[in-house]
């Protein structure tokens, strides 16, 4: 299943366990919610001993028991699904048409019928348990000539449906709001007070979307409940008793105890939901620590060096680089052993691998900044991202230069931007940093002719070829005469025969079939392009590709972290001088990086934050990341420039570089 010895050694000893004693703390704690829910659904203050007693006795009877097998066998599965779909970069829809892609994959239609199942387990314990009405889906009943029948309880059915609606639009909008993003949060804290601190929020969160969740089922309820009432009386042979109000009309819906029940129900539903996943977050973001050294062979794959270089699973790699990150900056004997020495031979083996992997995720953020800045910031106008290449500046070359050495000739560690939920987190494959959110217009079936002719290759036979773009002025080409009088006269030989260029051949024209089916493919497109519709479901979100594009930010964020803080450490804790081979390079990636940075943010769209919600269980964290990178990048130099000073004027860097550095030793950036 996993391709490294490594990945196969984690996943086993570490994210399994974690994850079962997270679904074991769900489990444990659903007697005491359980009990909560039986109160709050049966209290009466006209009544309160009563009331307790009542519960007393409600929880010890054998359909309460039976009611918390099923409930805990729920948990469990809700538990296996979240680490099944868990994801630590988030997938962030850059169009309303992914979007509508993501809710529509099989994967996640399999999901969304799992949870919706789930949730008509839990309606009907949640019917069982607050009983009276609610408790049997078919009661006796006499017909209008006398005759004994059973009938439908729709109060019970109304609970089963309310059940799978808020399972499976909890699912939905677990896609649409990353819920299963598994974020790790900058300050450490215990787990529990880390669960004390964010139980409030859960509550909050689950009575809201629950008071949401019961609004969209009444409204579906009183349109399509006739559907699902009638199958179920057919289905059964259930008769429908005249003389009950339909729950499909507004006289039914009105009933304020039933829209009680009903909310009760679904926050006690996503309530348990909630806590399983909070519980599976803190449990996997908790820090683990990789040694740096193995005493044992047998155990080298578990060292921090080696397992920087697996790039699968990724939750994997995002807990070696938060070590790392943690490392450089509060552990002074673990810093001591990334700046010593191999034995026999005297190479800095732990520096090189470090250093090599963090350089590259930074090199890597750096090459996709600079192509989709190519690529959009030129007001809409399409541009060419090898004619960009060419135009690089000197500080580009001396950056990418410098960090060639560093570069190991197998593939580098390739963030993907943003990763599919749909592929299990912990066994995608690489792909191309740059996604299909960065990737230029021209090929939309939607794009304009006219910006296809505008950006398609010249023919070099063509009075167009060339810099000059007058149309009233053409190149000529050397004539004869002139070319062997010249070169007669300078005293230079003519030139030979096999020197003059051949006639190009003209390419073979299209089919007539061929031709009529382009055009019938460009009428199409120009007629779709004319449809609002199908214009808003292709339109991009325009925040959504500057997020996309920082969406696995937090691992460079730990690596420009772990850069600098050892950098700084290695002022006087670097006895053989490592670092100091490696300084240039690691200035020139952070310069760089610091200039295409400060180019994305000129951007539209790319320096305006996102408005936070307190109402939803979602992260917002991935969202600001490209703050957090930006305040974390000139940091990283700031505490490098303050720490060797004008040390650093003997570093050799580009002239560009060079002043950007001094704006940093002068606190003016």
Known sequence: MFPSETSCWFIRKVIWWRAAASIAWSVLL??????????????????????????????????????????GGVVIMVGFLILEYYTVIPTIACSKIALLGQLLHPRQVVNSLAHGLMGMIVGWCCAVTVGHRYETLGYPARSSDGHPQMCLNEYHLVFLLAGAFVGFSHSLLGVIHNINYVYFHTVQQYKYLHFKGSLPLVVKCSAIQAFYSMRNFIVVYFFLGYIPKTWICKTLTLHLDSSVHPLDSIAGLLDLSLLYHLWISATFLLFTWYITLLLFRIFVTEVYSFPVKSTFTDDSHQCLPKVLTDNQPMILKFLALQDLALLSKHSPSRRSEVFSLSQPGGHPHNWNTVSKECLALVADLT???????????????????????????????SATSGTEDLMSPRPTFLMKTPASIFARSVARGPHSPLTSPFTSDLDSPFASPALRRLTAPVDQCSPWHGSIQSPHIMRRGPQLWSTSTESHANGSPPPSPASVPSPKQEPAKPSFLAQFLQNRKEQVKNFMAKRVLIMYLFNKLPEASSQALFADSQAHIWALEALSYLVQASFTEDQFGVVQTTLPSILSSMLHLQEAV??????PHASSKPVRSTNSMEDFAFKTLRFALRATLKT????ITTTFGSHLNAVQMSGEHRKRLQQFLEFKE
């Open 636 to 639: 990283a130099i700031y505490r």
């Open 30 to 71: 659903l007697p005491p919610t359980t009990a909560v829910f039986v109160i709050l659904s049966k209290f009466s203050f006209l009544h309160p001993i009563q009331t307790v007693s009542d519960c007393l006795s409600l929880l010890m009877s054998a359909n309460s028991i039976f009611s918390f097998i099923l409930l």
């Open 367 to 397: 090459q996709r900044l600079v192509a989709y800045h190519e690529t959009v910031a030129t007001n809409g106008r399409a541009k060419s991202l090898s004619s960009g290449s060419e135009r690089k500046t000197s500080s580009e070359t």
């Open 598 to 603: 400060d180019r994305h943010f000129k951007l």
